[in-house]
């Protein structure tokens, strides 16, 4: 099994910084891709960037590229993102996830939830104006 716990949120000023990590343990090793998503209450849930475990990769929301950047730290099997230029619309519930791709079966985009398999507890980010 694989546990993911994200750390790093809390209560920033628009403008400002804010750093979010997430730890995974257990079988990572078939991960393809890891990705990062946030919900504020009564939206769903949205993509906000992903990363290419092996290949480096990086993909991200058009709302947040330029602002955001994710990164990773393979020796700790650490996931990274660094936030940057805060607004009060960045305030949402983030989430760390992990995919598993099966060979033989399509895999959905790297900015669709239902593409991955693990999911953290979530971490609060709050931006205030």
Known sequence: QVQLVESGGGLVQTGGSLSLSCAASGRTFNSFVRGWF????????????????????????????????????????????????????DTAVYYCALDHPLEGIPTPAVTTARRYTYWGQGTQVTVSS
């Open 38 to 89: 946030r919900q504020a209450p009564g939206k769903e849930r949205e993509f906000v960037a992903a990363i290419n475990w092996t290949g480096g990769a990086t993909y991200y929301a058009d709302s947040v590229k330029g602002r955001f950047t994710i990164s990773r730290d393979n020796t700790r099997n650490t996931v990274w993102l660094h936030m940057f230029s805060l607004k009060p619309e």
